[in-house]
Each structure stands twice: as structure tokens, then as C-alpha cells.
């Protein structure tokens, strides 16, 4: 399964932000700098999706802040319902 990421390195809140049309888009708190922001970010999707690191991948975008990230092994209907979760944790703390 394929996902439009938004990353926002060096971000003081971490984890999911919010949901756009364009993305999820997600803090990390490293620095965009030899691969460390991607290194955290994959982490952290792996966490939300309930997958195992070596599980997400980035297929597109390195090198930007937008990416299209792979997840392997995750069913699209139990992703979706974990994404949901989070969003509400987000909008609660708003």
C-alpha cells in the first residue's frame, strides 16, 4: 500500500499533524540532514501503521518534504482505521 506524506523536519510536535488532501502530513524532530528526518519519519509511520520499520520504505521524494512511502503487509482497511485514530487524538488536542 502507498501513502502521499507530508514531512515537517525539525518539528516540535511529533507523530501525525493532520490530514490534508494532499497527505498525511507528520512531525519529526530531526533536522533534514543525511537522512535522519526519513529515518524518523519511516519510524513513525511504522508505529501508527502497526508494522514493522523494515516494513516502510520511501518510494518517491528522498530528498523533498513531500513523499510517497510504502507500507508493506498492511491491509488498507485497518490502516485507514488507525490513521482515524490518530486524527482524533490530533483534533482533541487542538
Excluded at 25 to 43: C, F, P, R, T, W
Aim: aromatic fraction near 0%.
Amino acid at each position: 500500500m502507498t501513502i502521499e506524506v507530508l514531512a515537517r523536519p525539525g518539528s516540535r510536535r511529533l507523530g501525525l499533524l493532520r490530514v490534508e488532501p494532499r497527505g498525511l502530513v507528520i512531525g519529526v524532530a530531526s533536522q533534514a540532514e543525511k537522512g535522519k528526518a526519513n529515518d524518523e519519519l519511516m519510524a513513525s509511520i511504522a508505529k501508527m501503521a502497526g508494522v514493522a520499520r523494515s516494513a516502510v520504505s520511501v518510494l518517491r521524494g528522498t530528498t523533498s518534504r513531500d513523499k510517497i512511502v510504502r507500507i508493506a503487509g498492511a491491509k488498507p482497511s485497518a490502516l485507514a482505521e488507525r490513521i482515524l485514530i490518530e486524527a482524533a487524538k490530533v483534533a482533541k488536542q487542538k
